[in-house]
Each structure stands twice: as structure tokens, then as C-alpha cells.
């Protein structure tokens, strides 16, 4: 037992050098490092909301996918989306994982930038120093030593997720509204039904302050009576109970049932000011593309291969 004790503690402190690396693990952060083949670290994956998309007309070849349309049913009428992110973002940090572009994968607990050097803490007590000459911060989660960040804006997205017990079967896919309470409501294939199948459950998306959060009249209570009402007026019915006894012809129905599951609460953005070789970047998806040309690399040539196959 005595020399594996020994061998422990001599691999216990990992020293890696980078000339750019990059801190963060969102969809525009792995974008970034697909095109300029620089790696990455985080203290916490950041992928892509379930049921966030891209649009219709974005042109995703440049990653080998194609974006594929699909039709979006609302009480506005029908819109078009593209392909979801979250299929993106899980083709990227896959293959930027076989490039070795992310040499702790998501063992990182917290990071400290201090004098050109990132000091990643691991589990079981074990350190990963990381130096590099430039850095490209896209996320400040459990990162020390970023400064003091400014509230981008004060809106948090808040998502709450309701099991619908009665009025499953519908055609809708989301359902608008102009408040920012229960601004829109999306339904999805219910998790709790195995197979294929056309069962809807439903979550309701606000954009709140810190004051409404506290406020009862925001409350995942008041958002489940917001939904109820906003299925009720799309004349989404509950389950199907009888014939109507007064006419044959016509079928009588329960109303719409649903129940919080539970709340997901989103801050809103930090921002930092860049300073020396440390840089913020806040660009969108689009952005980066336009503004980050696809290097020859590894990365490039593996999903090139790929797609010919």
C-alpha cells in the first residue's frame, strides 16, 4: 500500500501550459474553440436550454449539421424553427473532448486566476494549474479573481415545470402571451410516457426582477393558475367524460388539470470589464462565427471525415 501512497501524492499538483485557453462551457464558448482550435475549462457545464433553437435560416455546415426545419404551432398561428442547440452543443464538446481541447472535462469544482495562471480544484483535495499567456472568460461561474462584475440587467428567466394530468392532447407546441409573467408557455413530449407518443406536458417562461421573485403574485402558485388560464382560452380540453346526455352527437370533457413539478430560476448576465490579457467575451453565436474563421485543425478535419462517411 506504501508506494501507492507515494505515487498519489507525487501526481496530486497537474501543470498544464496553453497560449490562449478559455473559461467556460456554453454553446458560444465551444463555438469559439471549435474555430480558433484554443481549449477550455469550467467549474460547471453550461449547455444549452432543452428547448432552446436556432433559427430556421441559420447555416450550421460550417459544423458539419445540417438544420433541419421544423413546424412551430402557436395561438399566433405557425412559425418555423431550426434544429435544437442543445444537439450542438453536445456534437462540440464531444469532439473538442477527443481533440484534447478540454483537459479537465467537468472535474473541475472551482478555478482562481492569479498571476497568468488558472488553479482548477478537483476532487479528492487535488489541484490543476493551468498557464496560460491569454484569456478568454465567457463564464464567471465559481471563478475567483474575475474582479468586481456590473448586473448586465436585472431580469431573471424563470422556468416552471407543470406535469399535465388532464388535457395532454392538443395540437399546440407553445402559447404567447404579451406580459412578462408566464410570457409563453412551451409543451413537450411528456418524460413520464414511455415510447412515442403525443402526450404534452408544459412549461410556463417568465422574465422577473429580484422584487418579483420574493412577491407571492409571481409565485410557481399564480403560474400555474396563469397557464391554466392561457390552455383554457387556446380551448385546450381536459380528458374526454361521456356523451353529452342532452345530445348525443357531442362529447362532454374534464377541464385541464396540471401540477408544479418545480422552478428553475436564471440569472441574469454579469459583466466584466477586460483588462491586460484577460478578455470578456459577450458575443452571440452569430457573432463569433462572423468574426472567428475556421482554422485548419484537428477538430475541423475529424468532423470533416465524419460527415463524408
Known amino acids: 500500500m506504501q508506494p501507492e501512497i507515494e505515487l498519489h501524492s507525487k501526481l496530486r499538483d497537474i ?9 467556460g462551457s456554453s454553446l458560444e464558448a465551444l463555438v469559439y474553440c471549435y474555430l480558433n482550435n484554443v481549449p477550455f475549462v469550467c467549474s460547471q457545464l453550461s449547455s444549452p436550454f432543452r428547448f432552446e433553437y436556432f433559427n430556421w435560416d441559420d447555416d450550421l455546415s460550417i459544423f458539419g449539421a445540417k438544420n433541419v426545419t421544423h413546424p412551430v404551432k402557436s395561438n399566433l398561428g405557425e412559425t418555423t424553427r431550426g434544429i435544437d442547440k442543445l444537439w450542438l452543443w453536445e456534437r462540440l464538446f464531444f469532439y473538442l473532448s477527443v481533440a484534447g481541447l478540454c483537459p479537465l472535462s467537468d472535474k473541475a469544482t472551482s478555478l482562481r486566476i492569479s498571476d497568468n495562471i488558472i488553479k482548477a480544484t478537483t476532487p479528492n483535495a487535488r489541484m490543476a494549474k493551468i498557464h496560460f499567456n491569454e484569456l478568454i472568460v465567457f463564464d464567471d461561474t465559481s471563478v475567483l479573481g474575475l474582479g468586481v462584475p456590473e448586473i448586465k440587467d436585472k431580469i431573471y428567466t424563470v422556468y416552471d415545470w407543470f406535469d399535465v394530468r388532464s388535457g395532454m392532447k392538443h395540437e399546440y407546441d407553445r402559447l404567447e402571451d404579451t406580459t412578462d409573467f408566464v410570457n409563453h408557455i412551451l409543451f413537450y413530449p411528456s418524460d413520464r410516457v414511455a415510447g412515442e407518443h403525443n402526450f404534452k406536458d408544459a412549461i410556463g417562461v417568465s422574465y422577473l426582477t429580484k422584487e418579483n421573485l420574493s412577491s407571492f403574485e409571481y409565485s410557481d402558485i399564480n403560474a400555474r393558475f396563469k397557464t391554466l388560464y392561457m390552455m383554457k382560452e387556446a380551448a385546450i380540453r381536459g380528458a374526454r367524460n361521456g356523451r353529452d346526455m342532452k345530445n348525443k352527437a357531442r ?16 440569472e441574469p448576465q454579469k459583466i466584466y470589464e477586460s483588462c491586460g490579457n484577460t478578455t470578456f467575451n459577450y458575443d452571440s453565436f452569430n457573432d463569433i462565427i462572423d468574426k472567428n474563421p475556421l482554422q485548419d485543425s484537428y477538430v475541423s478535419k475529424l468532423i470533416k471525415r465524419i460527415r463524408r462517411s
Open 15 to 23: 501543470h498544464i501550459e496553453y497560449d490562449k485557453v478559455v473559461i
Open 251 to 266: 362529447y362532454k370533457y374534464y377541464s385541464v388539470k396540471i401540477e408544479n413539478t418545480k422552478r428553475d430560476i436564471i
